[in-house]
């Protein structure tokens, strides 16, 4: 009787050792299934953040390409309404010369009798109106062509050669003006006075250049002082210079390698002006 109620009492040991392993797998099985979840939410969470990056970063590229498309079109823009305007002058003149000549062949021939006294009168005229034509050519530029601007911003590593580009116009009247490049492209050939000035807490020099020739200097050097105020100078020049149609006026820094201009849209120090005088 004993030694039954013993083989029981171990068959009933026997089985419970093994329903405790079967529960213990299933638990581990349930573990790594939850496991196995997570881990692939975190993976889709990381490819998803990843997606959006890219996305936004080539978002922002789109709108830098597009900003320098917007800026191409309207430097472009300006250079054929310059284009356009040189023509209209262009045109304006060779009609006067045209009814100059017509009106001279007219009156040769009314006057056929008194030729010889009349051909250098005649070429008088020819030339008064010729010059006439210039005149009125010029009479029309005279006051339309001139342009101011300032820069907004300082640049404290201004390299040899670097043109000073005044990104703020005041005035462009003619449109000769780019403030995307700096350069003033003269409409007309004529007589200019240009002026600019710059604010610095460097060593700076500034040239005023015509064509990549230069024209005149300024420099301004800061005095060592620890209130930034009392560290900055002033430098600029003015001259009356002739240009011809189609030629670049600039403001660009050189002698010194690492020059500065330094300006604001509060404290507008760093001006370049210009306009036409006859």
């Not at 970063?57 to 917007?70: A, D, G, M, W």
């Amino acid at each position: 009787m004993h030694k039954f109620s013993f083989t029981v009492f171990m068959t009933l040991m026997a089985f419970c050792i093994v329903s405790s392993k079967s529960v213990q797998e299933a638990q581990s099985v349930e573990l790594n299934e939850k496991i196995r979840i997570i881990v692939e939410n975190i993976l889709k969470e990381r490819e998803r953040k990843t997606s959006a990056e890219n996305s936004d970063i080539y978002l922002q590229n789109r709108v830098e390409y597009l900003e320098t498309k917007v800026k191409t079109m309207e430097a472009k823009l300006v250079e054929q309404k310059e284009t356009i305007a040189d023509l209209q002058n262009e045109i304006r003149g060779i009609h006067d010369i045209a009814e100059a000549i017509f009106e001279m062949k007219t009156e040769n021939i009314i006057e056929n009798s008194t030729k010889v006294e009349r051909s250098s009168s005649i070429r008088r005229q020819y030339h008064g109106i010729t010059e006439n034509g210039r005149r009125v050519r010029r009479a029309a530029a005279v006051g339309n062509v001139a342009f101011s601007a300032y820069l907004t911003n300082t640049n404290s590593h201004t390299v040899i050669g670097q043109a000073i580009k005044f990104d703020q116009v005041l005035l462009n009247n003619g449109s000769g003006y780019n403030a995307y490049t700096g350069a003033f492209t003269a409409p007309v050939t004529g007589v200019y006075l240009f002026s600019f000035h710059f604010d610095t807490r460097k060593l700076t020099f500034i040239r005023l250049v015509v064509n990549g020739v230069n024209q005149v200097d300024a420099v301004a050097n800061p005095h060592t002082n620890a209130q930034s105020r009392q560290s900055q100078s002033m430098g600029g020049n003015t001259a009356i210079v002739h240009v011809k149609h189609g030629q670049a006026v600039l403001v660009e820094a050189y002698e010194i390698p690492d020059a500065e201009t330094a300006s604001s849209d509060t404290f507008r120090l760093c001006t370049f002006s210009g306009v036409l005088l006859y």
